[in-house]
């Protein structure tokens, strides 16, 4: 069936560090990815999305580009900051009639000053 | 505008007791989802409402679990009896319809221990 894998955590960074949190998936369509985010004692919120092969999404300094020839869809921001700390989760919609959202385990991100 | 709200934030039972969780959806999305997310694991679906219609309910266990959404607006989820492994965050979003461009919004989620 189809799943993300997401790296491991937790990841712990300084202030103004490059991030990247490597995502790779498996679907049997071409699915549309997302990458969620949750701020702690606060609900999940899209970061990010991208709907077809090579389409780059972007939002508040993170970016992360849809490759269909290496099924990934890796997070990264160039300088991050101590208000980035959060858990960050890949994630998928199969497409082709099924609009189920599959989520990866998510990925801890302490950024310290 | 107002975003998901959920009820209550904080639930502690004991094995083989009920429980009930309350959603109220984003008003005017049609499509409601309610999701269950275990510790260190990424949030599970558990059942899609299309209005007031199940459009996929397959990973619901649905010998203790139960959901409605009567008049296609707020929707309640049900464990009747609880197990220990039920010990999760139950989270409720919704969007204006399914469908993989149509963003999907997360309540705070409501947190269940059981004892």
């Known amino acids: 069936g189809d799943s993300v894998t997401q790296m491991e955590g937790p990841v712990t960074l300084s202030e103004e560090a490059f991030l990247t949190i490597n995502c790779t998936y498996t679907a049997t369509g071409y699915p549309s990815l997302f990458w969620y985010v949750q701020y702690p004692g606060e609900g999940l919120q899209l970061l990010l999305k991208?709907?077809?092969?090579?389409d780059k999404g972007s939002n508040k300094g993170f970016e992360a580009t849809y490759r269909k020839e290496t099924t990934s869809f890796h997070l990264e921001k160039g300088s991050v900051q101590v208000s980035d700390s959060a858990v960050y989760f890949c994630?998928?919609?199969?497409?082709?009639?099924?609009?189920?959202?599959?989520f990866g385990k998510g990925t801890k991100l302490s950024v310290i000053p | 505008e107002a975003g998901v709200a959920q009820s209550p934030r904080y639930k502690i039972i004991e094995k083989r007791q009920s429980v009930a969780f309350w959603c109220n959806p984003i008003?005017?999305?049609?499509?409601l989802y309610w999701y269950q997310q275990i510790l260190g694991q990424g949030p599970k679906l558990l059942i899609q409402?299309?209005?007031?219609?199940?459009?996929?309910d397959s990973q619901l266990p649905k010998d203790r679990f139960s959901a409605e959404r009567l008049k296609g607006v707020d929707s309640t989820l049900k464990i009747q009896p609880a197990k220990l492994e039920d010990s999760a965050v139950y989270l409720c979003?919704?969007?204006?319809?399914?469908?993989?461009?149509?963003?999907?919004?997360f309540g705070p989620g409501t947190r269940l221990t059981v004892l």
């Open positions: 994630a998928l919609i199969p497409g082709a009639g099924s609009y189920q959202l599959t």
């Open positions: 008003s005017g999305h049609a499509t």
């Open positions: 979003a919704s969007s204006l319809v399914g469908g993989s461009n149509n963003e999907q919004f």
């Open positions: 409402f299309q209005n007031n219609g199940v459009v996929d």
């Open positions: 991208a709907t077809k092969a090579d």
